[in-house]
């Protein structure tokens, strides 16, 4: 957004200098991106006479000039059709940069005749597009500075520019008016009442307008126009094409310069129609699909259906809100103009924008919302000047729709500023403050302008307190502890278990991945997923198409991109969400690790060896019991199909609760993934374990017996099919108060026992409690453990 400093006086009468107001316009979050001063190129330009001119010896058009200076008399030749005795110039003199030729002059030989310096034109000093003669002072000194000359005689030449970014919650600051506003509420200056017009139409216009019942919802909510005939148009006047040209736009003629005009000043994009050009009524719609119209930049533009559009019997004439067709755009031809003023949806704004691509001020306004409460007004305000700079005869003014109702009002807490912001601000400032900013207060009750369509809650007027108070104020103050001592955990059970794990996965060697959540169908297919439950509108790339529903496809797919890069040997982990289906409680939580290679660089003595499934089960139980889950746990068959049939195993609390899985990947995933292996895992869910019965900011104490541990052998010949585990959770089943562990330390194949029979050792050691074990006590516990074995596997005692 740009603007001239004049161009802001007309609305906020202040002495403020450039600097002042441009620290303010950043300090009020209008950051300003930079101040461009057309005084600074012409400050070396000084004024001069030509005190005789004559024809060039060798030139027809070239004339040598003597011409007195601030330095005394020099020579210029100057191929102007003007340069003649007894003007006043603008001299350039050796040395100086010219900017609309951007050279840096020297003494030269035009056609063998010495020439110091030049006589500048106004399109050489950047100043208009005028170059058919150099620039005639009525009046100056030698020797006095141009820029001076200007500022006394023409300052608008030299008015200083100011570029604003505007962030999409500021629609307001697209308007001058709107800058001004917040520079009078910091106290820069007061407000400038609005200009204002009433216009009454002498006769009835002749063109009706109309909204289709498809475009009123969420597409145009009011349209409103009139028809001034007897309109005489051509150039606008300087000093409208002036303030255009210093903001970058080029005067195009009165009409439309005037809805430039308002498109600037007060963020109110207008539309000018040959109303000669127009046949019938003009009608507010939906497009078909198909259509075609070429637009003011004289592109043919193809509309998609929905797009709203306004058409009259040719067709169509204009993209409603973005641009205006070419058919009836106005021309120095036109006596008869049509004026439009319309409040348009901006999300349809901005789709049918991008859709045809079309970047232009009335789109960037429309979708960022204007004031709809101006509306009627901003169609009398173009009238009367398009009337004072045409002339021509106003009609009635015609309606399709209603200008939408945005008002509303919150209750101003004054003190929520220090709870909010922890600044302190006067309640009557505080109040002031809104009422200039356009606030109406009753009593506690702020309403909203309709100009601020970003202020949605009671916390937005604080924040409009506290920015134009300035946040720079703010001091760094520690927080009042509530009450003494240790304060509430802040973490969640589950963050706190994710931190934990994490710095236990890095101190087992793992490295950390971050890897994307969305993955392509055929890696999640591998890890049952892939399915349109989990397929994403909109992905980034086809290798980001489903939402991933285990860690290993991202953990594996880091894995292969590291390999194709010579590392072979590789622990990652990463801990994050995962997605089972599309609803929210298909969303769960896992820790997953993945060990690949072998377990260290090779060695002579042949240390290092290949990773493998007891590798993936002693990191799994160590992250798991670093995170509060029970030491007792069962390993149990039937994972899931991505992991090796006979080399993996379930952590579990009985067989509907698991906490964890590890092993080997299956050879088909690992070959599908292109990773190289041997490559083993384990992923764990965290939610799954138990949450403590008591929550304590302390560990419990530690639970020691001082009573002597029994250690007991015991050998079971069984079926070659049972499984060891088996027999394990039936030992420990015995006695679960007494027995604190079982291990196995042997197992025997063949020889005197048989075909398909096999003998199991097992180690089970009793912990006492509160009395020394008996002999009596042993054989007790003794018994129960050969009885439960032998029913839960068919086994028997070996002798």
């Not at 003494?107 to 034109?121: C, D, K, T």
Request: hydrophobic fraction near 40%; proline fraction near 6%; glycine fraction near 10%.
């Amino acid at each position: 957004m740009k603007f001239t400093l004049s161009w802001l006086k007309e609305h906020l009468d202040t002495t403020a200098s450039v600097d002042e107001i441009t620290e303010a316009l950043t300090d009020l979050g209008l950051e300003v991106e930079g101040v461009e001063d057309p005084a600074a190129r012409l400050k070396g330009f000084t004024l001069a006479k030509v005190v005789h001119a004559e024809q060039h010896p060798d030139a027809d058009r070239l004339r040598v000039c003597r011409v007195q200076t601030d330095e005394g008399e020099k020579q210029i030749v100057c191929g102007a059709p003007n340069a003649r005795e007894g003007i006043t110039v603008v001299l350039c003199k050796p040395g100086d940069y010219v900017p609309g030729i951007d050279v840096t002059l020297s003494v030269g030989n035009i056609r063998g005749v010495e020439s110091h310096g030049m006589m500048a034109s106004e399109r050489e000093l950047e100043l208009s597009d005028e170059h058919n003669g150099i620039i005639e002072l009525p009046s100056g000194e030698v020797g006095d500075l141009f820029v001076d000359w200007l500022a006394a005689n023409d300052p608008a030449k030299v008015d200083p520019v100011i570029e604003i970014a505007i962030t999409p919650n500021r629609p307001d600051a697209l308007g001058v008016r709107g800058i001004a506003l917040d520079l009078a509420a910091r106290g820069l200056g007061t407000m400038k009442p609005a200009k204002t017009a009433e216009i009454q139409g002498s006769y009835p216009c002749p063109q009706n307008v109309v909204i289709d019942e498809s475009a009123a919802k969420d597409g145009c909510e009011v349209f409103a126009g009139r028809l001034i005939k007897g309109v005489k148009n051509g150039p606008s006047p300087e000093w409208l094409q002036t303030k255009l040209r210093a903001i970058g736009l080029r005067p195009i003629s009165a009409l439309v310069d005037v809805t430039n005009f308002f498109t600037y000043d007060r963020n109110r994009p207008l539309h000018v129609f040959d109303a000669d050009k127009v046949k019938g009524d003009l009608r507010v719609h939906r497009a078909e699909g198909g259509e075609s119209f070429t637009g003011l930049d004289e592109k043919v533009y193809t509309l998609a259906p929905g797009m709203v559009v306004i058409s009259d019997d040719n067709g169509v004439e204009s993209v409603g809100g973005i641009m205006g067709g070419l058919d009836t755009g106005c021309t120095n031809e036109t006596v008869n103009v049509f004026l439009e003023a319309a409040v348009w949806d901006n999300v349809q704004i901005a789709t049918t924008g991008r859709g045809l691509k079309i970047n232009s001020d009335a789109r960037y306004r429309n979708e960022r919302g204007i004031d709809p409460a101006y509306n009627m007004q901003a169609l009398d305000d173009a009238t009367q000047m398009i009337l004072d700079l045409c002339g021509g005869e106003p009609s009635e003014v015609v309606v399709a729709g209603t200008v939408p109702d945005v008002s509303r009002a919150y209750r101003l807490d004054t003190d929520r500023v220090q709870s909010l912001v922890g600044m302190d601000i006067p309640a009557e400032t505080q109040r002031a403050t809104l009422t200039v900013l356009g606030f109406v207060m009753e009593g506690d009750m702020a309403h909203v302008p309709s100009w601020r369509p970003d202020v949605l809650g009671e916390a937005d007027l604080v924040e409009e307190v506290a920015r134009i108070a300035s946040l720079t104020k703010l001091e760094g103050k520690p927080m009042a502890r509530a009450q003494a001592g240790v304060p509430q955990p802040i973490l969640s059970p589950m963050q706190k278990r994710e931190q934990i794990a994490r710095r236990t996965a890095a101190a087992l060697g793992y490295n950390e991945c971050v890897t994307y959540s969305f993955v392509d169908a055929k890696s999640a297919a591998l890890f049952s997923g892939g399915t349109d439950a989990t397929m994403l509108a909109n992905p980034i790339s086809s290798e980001m198409s489903h939402m991933r529903p285990d860690l290993l496809a991202g953990l594996l797919q880091a894995a292969a991109r590291n390999q194709a890069r010579g590392f072979n040997d590789m622990a990652l982990f990463e801990h994050g969400p995962v997605w089972a289906g599309g609803e929210p409680e298909d969303q769960g939580l896992q820790i997953a690790g993945l060990l690949v290679g072998r377990t260290g660089p090779k060695d002579v003595h042949g240390a290092a060896r290949a990773v493998d499934v007891f590798d993936a089960k002693a990191d799994a139980e160590a992250v798991l019991s670093a995170i509060g889950a029970p030491a007792k746990v069962q390993i149990l068959r039937d994972g899931a199909d991505w992991w090796h049939p006979g080399r993996h195993g379930r952590i579990c609390l009985g067989p509907k609760k698991m906490l964890a899985v590890f092993g080997e990947l299956h050879p088909k995933v690992l070959r599908e993934m292109d990773v190289k292996g041997p490559a083993v895992a384990f992923t764990i869910w965290p939610a799954e374990i138990p949450l403590p019965r008591s929550a304590s900011p302390t560990r419990p104490a530690l639970a020691i017996s001082d009573l002597q541990a029994v250690e007991r052998d015991f050998a079971f010949v069984v079926d070659a099919r049972v499984e060891a585990l088996t027999l394990v959770n039936a030992a420990a089943g015995a006695d679960k108060g007494l027995i604190e562990s079982v291990r196995v330390f042997d197992e025997f194949v063949g020889g005197s026992l048989g075909e398909g029979r096999k003998s199991i050792a097992i180690t089970v050691r009793l912990q006492p409690q509160d009395a020394t074990l008996k002999e009596k006590d042993i054989e007790a516990v003794a018994a129960k453990i050969v009885e439960k074995v032998s029913k839960a596997t068919g086994g028997e005692l070996r002798g």
